[in-house]
């Protein structure tokens, strides 16, 4: 099992088998093949050469592919962005109120505070389009979103409205309606999957943090060390060959940031979990570094993320909330999003 050290400590992290084969297997390998028609790639100037060969095509795009085969257009797209920043940017001003009571099992406890946080006091049927759970099946979010759209109605005048909510309550048929329900979930559930992964996933690689640490460096070497977006799919294409004659046409390319974050060719010390690293390190340009994808396609949810998670981390930090002394390991399922599967913080000398 492997260790990540963290100011003298360590802290044992379980990897899924198949996460822990590609460290074992091809840590510092800048181009390999995982299967016969897949190649990976750690390199950064060949993924970087992949990523620049042509934009990520419809079905690479996990937010925005086709909704059931109705494509989703950039009118569309641009309008999901800009009500979700919204609504986070709305959250992030609020201030005062009581301190919340994190307590309990993350990044569970984390995901229903950024839900509540972010679109409020909504009514069921888009509150369920966040929950966790949805991620079991296709079939099971696709029956919230046909059911939800069936029989939603308006909510009273005294209800705030989310701007994506408003979205959705704008579509003039049942079947845009549908639609749009699903691009609420495909935008509203990923902030608070990632930003609560991500918080999890620190407070387990390095708490408590050193006072003078800033919330920023531990949440960029979070994101270096166990990136919720560890991979990124581009499926074949003629113009990969180009960039390295053993990229065949027909091959898929899995570009793997898991690896590239800690190849000892690019970092100093990569298993240690070091803050303060970034203070003499530019997360935009470091070599390999791409928690958000590259600089000509960063990911759209980076300005939310990035506020967001650290405000959950002053609130953790401020509350004196800390991890379970009696937890000793942590596992890392293979998933989605990579993160700490269950991390149980304690309030004062509780366990």
């Not at 006072?211 to 166990?226: F, G, K, S, T, Y």
Request: net charge neutral.
């Amino acid at each position: 099992m492997p260790e990540l050290r963290a100011g003298g400590r360590t802290r044992p992290v379980e990897f899924a088998p198949r996460i822990q084969a590609l460290l074992d297997r091809h840590l510092g390998s800048p181009l390999f093949r995982l299967e016969p028609d897949t190649v990976g790639l750690a390199g950064p100037d060949l993924m970087n050469g992949v990523l620049a060969t042509r934009p990520a095509n419809a079905a690479e795009r996990p937010t925005f592919k086709p909704v059931r085969g109705r494509l989703v257009d950039r009118t569309d797209a641009a309008a999901f962005m800009q009500a979700v920043g919204g609504d986070v940017r709305a959250a992030l001003q609020r201030t005062g109120g009581p301190v919340p009571d994190l307590s309990g099992t993350w990044p569970h406890v984390a995901h229903t505070y950024l839900r509540d946080l972010v679109f409020g006091d909504e009514s069921l049927r888009f509150r369920v389009l966040v929950d966790r759970r949805l991620e079991l099946t296709p079939k099971i979010t696709w029956s919230a979103v046909a059911s939800g759209a069936a029989f939603l109605r308006p909510p009273r005048r005294d209800v705030p409205l989310s701007r994506l909510a408003a979205l959705v309550l704008g579509s003039t048929s049942y079947a845009d309606r549908r639609y749009a329900m699903y691009l609420y979930r495909r935008v509203a559930a990923p902030v608070c999957f990632t930003v609560s992964a991500l918080v999890t996933n620190a407070l387990w690689l390095g708490a408590p943090f050193a006072d003078d640490v800033p919330d920023r460096n531990v949440i960029l070497e979070a994101l270096r060390l166990l990136p919720p977006s560890w991979n990124i799919l581009r499926v074949a294409s003629p113009e990969f060959a180009a960039v390295d004659a053993r990229i065949r046409a027909d091959d898929d390319v899995l570009l793997l940031p898991l690896l590239s974050h800690r190849d000892p060719g690019l970092w100093e010390d990569p298993a240690e979990f070091a803050p303060e690293r970034w203070d003499g390190l530019d997360s935009e340009t470091h070599p390999g570094y791409l928690p958000f994808g590259p600089a000509s396609e960063r990911c759209w949810g980076r300005h939310m993320v990035l506020p967001l998670a650290e405000r959950l981390l002053t609130i953790v930090r401020e509350s004196g909330l800390r991890v379970s002394p009696h937890q000793t390991r942590a596992k890392v399922e293979l998933d989605g999003l990579l993160e700490i599967a269950e991390l149980r913080m304690v309030r004062g000398s509780g366990n």
